[in-house]
């Protein structure tokens, strides 16, 4: 016996230009859109007052946990409006671009532009008793930095040493996510100290608008508070829950903005080794066009300080040389991951059948798995063979045998036919819109404990950025990278026009490299390996 979708949120709006008033109620159930403007035909509510536009607004939800510790986020977001969209009173987008979505929280008003006889108001249904909270020190922790960020007690996520909280930038009004690490129970030197200072100084290199944006960072010596961007559309896994599966055009997009993502992140020395869906954020809404961003980089190893060795990653997600600690690996570990990514986004809500039992001990068995995917899939739709192909070249058995990320990128799959290619380069640039490159300030991590930085907010010294452009003389594939001394200067490297740059994007030609690296010849032939 099925049970009803239990609404956890819902707007009342009032319309004041009629006699009498015009009023109702709409209820947003989890991962649910609902479509609000003029056009009967295109809306699930249609108000014919000439102000609104045919497709004025979306309310949309995300469920952020299925098991409901964490409540599902609403938001609302404006749809390319002639007059606008605001959310108590401040604009959240107007005109054709696409405009980031805003976070609702109950008592909230919506207006259009600046038509005060229709409003709407949010209130949040589904109200779940946090597990989690912050503690009595913790608290008086974030007063230290409440002028920048205002933290909530609403949370989103939780892992074995870190909870994730809503958290609100004072400055734009925006919600950002802060992670908040229990840091006090580890010893000075531990792994799982080390790994969380290692994501906030990895991301505060990588600058790209596939990965996610961090905006700040704090510690004390109990807690790290480490704040990005929130990703106001969910996560893969989110958006497989609300589709179950993709259209292929669909998928291709998604992994073509992963490939860009870790194209970036490998030029800079960074191997992810933890890409799955859960990782994997939608940065503007659950419909496409998605703006793709990677995301927890706690896993990440730099390329430069010699073999990696670990096993970290999730299971099936992790490669055949990684089955082991004894075993080196490269950036193809996050080819694998692509490749079971796109296999994933294929099967959409189904699980990869008998997987427990699987060990892929060879190419022979690698592919007998791959084709039986393939069946699997082949019942409700089929995929095409470049698909095939692609994820094939991933799921190589021996990682040389991988392409690299931009050499996956120029897959034929994702490359054609050339009105797709078209298409997907228009979409990508539209994104672009929403993205502004991140400004971290050093120390990356701001101590709250010491006296005022030169920057004002507290802070000790600036803390030593790690040298990600350096490869170890013992990194197992120093084709896959190069030294500092041959990038050149990089200055050299940050151009105002983002299309412009060769790290941001895989499609610039030879040409255009040389013109904008520094150094070598060796250095640029080592560039067109790799983009």
Same mark, same amino acid.
């Given at each position: 016996?099925?049970? &009803?979708? /239990?609404?956890?949120?819902?707007?009342?709006?009032?319309?004041?230009?009629?006699?009498?008033?015009?009023?109702?109620?709409?209820?947003?159930?989890?991962?649910?859109?609902?479509?609000?403007?003029?056009?009967?035909? =295109?809306?699930?509510?249609?108000?014919?007052?000439?102000?609104?536009?045919?497709?004025?607004?979306?309310?949309?939800?995300?469920?952020?946990?299925?098991?409901? +510790?964490?409540?599902?986020?609403?938001?609302?977001?404006?749809?390319?409006?002639?007059?606008?969209?605001?959310?108590?009173?401040?604009?959240?987008? /107007?005109?054709?671009?696409?405009?980031?979505?805003?976070?609702?929280?109950?008592?909230?008003?919506?207006?259009?532009?600046?038509?005060?006889?229709?409003? !709407?108001?949010?209130?949040?249904? !589904?109200?779940?008793?946090?597990?989690?909270?912050?503690?009595?020190?913790?608290?008086?922790?974030?007063?230290?930095?409440?002028?920048?960020?205002?933290?909530?007690?609403?949370?989103?996520?939780?892992?074995?040493?870190?909870?994730?909280?809503?958290? +609100?930038?004072?400055?734009?009004?925006?919600?950002?996510?802060?992670?908040?690490?229990?840091?006090?129970?580890?010893?000075?030197?531990?792994?799982?100290?080390?790994?969380?200072?290692?994501?906030?100084?990895?991301?505060?290199?990588?600058?790209?608008?596939?990965?996610?944006?961090?905006?700040?960072? *704090?510690?004390?010596?109990?807690?790290?508070?480490?704040?990005?961007?929130?990703?106001?559309?969910?996560?893969?896994?989110?958006?497989?829950?609300?589709?179950?599966?993709?259209?292929?055009?669909?998928?291709?997009?998604?992994?073509?903005?992963? !490939?860009?993502?870790?194209?970036?992140?490998?030029?800079?020395?960074?191997?992810? =080794?933890?890409?799955?869906?859960?990782? /994997? &954020?939608?940065?503007?809404?659950?419909?496409?066009?998605?703006?793709?961003?990677?995301?927890?980089?706690?896993?990440?190893?730099?390329?430069? =300080?010699?073999?990696?060795?670990?096993?970290?990653?999730? =299971?099936?997600?992790?490669?055949?040389?990684?089955?082991?600690?004894?075993?080196?690996?490269? *950036?193809?570990?996050?080819?694998?991951?692509?490749?079971?990514l796109a296999m994933q986004l294929f099967l959409?809500?189904?699980?990869?059948?008998?997987?427990?039992?699987?060990?892929?001990?060879?190419?022979?068995?690698?592919?007998?798995?791959?084709?039986? /995917?393939?069946?699997?899939?082949?019942?409700?739709?089929?995929?095409?063979?470049?698909?095939?192909?692609?994820?094939?070249?991933?799921?190589?058995?021996?990682?040389?045998?991988?392409?690299?990320?931009?050499?996956?990128?120029?897959?034929?799959?994702?490359?054609?036919?050339?009105?797709?290619?078209?298409?997907?380069?228009?979409?990508?640039?539209?994104?672009?819109?929403?993205?502004?490159?991140?400004?971290? +300030?050093?120390?990356?991590?701001?101590? &709250?404990?010491?006296?005022?930085?030169?920057?004002?907010?507290?802070?000790?010294?600036?803390?030593?950025?790690?040298?990600?452009?350096?490869?170890?003389?013992? *990194?197992m594939d120093q084709s896959r990278g190069w030294?500092?001394?041959? &990038?050149?200067?990089?200055?050299?490297?940050?151009?105002?026009?983002?299309?412009?740059?060769?790290?941001?994007?895989?499609?610039?030609?030879?040409?255009?490299?040389?013109?904008?690296?520094?150094?070598?010849?060796?250095?640029?032939?080592?560039?067109?390996?790799?983009?």
């Amino acid at each position: 016996m099925s049970t &009803l979708p /239990i609404a956890v949120g819902t707007v009342s709006w009032e319309d004041r230009s009629t006699n009498p008033p015009g009023r109702g109620n709409v209820l947003i159930f989890p991962n649910k859109t609902v479509l609000v403007g003029r056009d009967e035909s =295109r809306n699930d509510v249609a108000f014919t007052t000439p102000p609104i536009s045919r497709c004025q607004l979306e309310f949309f939800s995300t469920v952020v946990d299925e098991e409901y +510790k964490h409540p599902p986020l609403i938001f609302v977001r404006d749809r390319g409006s002639s007059n606008g969209t605001c959310v108590n009173g401040q604009l959240i987008g /107007i005109g054709a671009k696409l405009s980031p979505a805003r976070l609702l929280e109950s008592g909230d008003i919506i207006t259009v532009g600046s038509y005060s006889h229709l409003t !709407l108001v949010y209130t949040q249904l !589904l109200l779940v008793p946090s597990t989690y909270t912050l503690s009595h020190l913790q608290w008086q922790e974030v007063e230290l930095f409440k002028d920048r960020f205002a933290m909530t007690d609403r949370t989103i996520g939780d892992g074995a040493h870190a909870v994730v909280f809503l958290a +609100k930038d004072v400055g734009s009004g925006q919600h950002v996510v802060c992670k908040v690490h229990d840091v006090g129970k580890f010893a000075p030197g531990s792994q799982h100290l080390r790994r969380i200072r290692q994501e906030a100084n990895i991301l505060s290199t990588l600058d790209h608008p596939n990965i996610l944006p961090m905006v700040a960072a *704090f510690e004390t010596q109990q807690t790290i508070y480490i704040l990005t961007e929130l990703a106001t559309g969910g996560d893969l896994y989110s958006l497989i829950l609300r589709y179950n599966k993709l259209e292929e055009w669909g998928i291709r997009a998604v992994i073509r903005q992963v !490939l860009r993502g870790l194209a970036y992140a490998h030029s800079k020395g960074v191997v992810h =080794r933890d890409i799955k869906p859960e990782n /994997i &954020l939608c940065g503007i809404t659950p419909q496409g066009p998605y703006r793709i961003m990677i995301s927890d980089f706690g896993d990440a190893a730099i390329s430069g =300080r010699g073999r990696m060795q670990s096993t970290v990653g999730t =299971r099936f997600y992790r490669p055949p040389e990684c089955s082991t600690a004894s075993q080196a690996h490269d *950036f193809s570990v996050d080819i694998w991951a692509v490749g079971v990514l796109a296999m994933q986004l294929f099967l959409g809500y189904e699980e990869f059948p008998a997987f427990e039992s699987m060990i892929f001990g060879s190419q022979g068995v690698i592919d007998s798995y791959v084709n039986l /995917i393939f069946t699997t899939v082949s019942r409700h739709k089929e995929i095409s063979e470049a698909g095939k192909n692609f994820i094939r070249s991933c799921l190589a058995y021996d990682g040389q045998k991988r392409p690299t990320a931009c050499a996956a990128f120029h897959h034929a799959w994702l490359q054609e036919p050339k009105a797709d290619n078209r298409r997907f380069k228009m979409l990508e640039a539209d994104n672009l819109l929403s993205w502004k490159p991140q400004r971290v +300030k050093f120390p990356v991590i701001e101590d &709250l404990t010491a006296g005022p930085s030169e920057n004002g907010q507290g802070g000790s010294a600036p803390a030593k950025r790690w040298d990600v452009g350096t490869v170890s003389p013992h *990194f197992m594939d120093q084709s896959r990278g190069w030294t500092k001394g041959e &990038l050149g200067r990089q200055d050299e490297l940050e151009l105002p026009d983002i299309l412009s740059r060769p790290d941001l994007n895989p499609d610039l030609g030879l040409k255009k490299r040389r013109t904008v690296l520094g150094g070598t010849e060796n250095a640029k032939r080592m560039m067109v390996s790799l983009f």
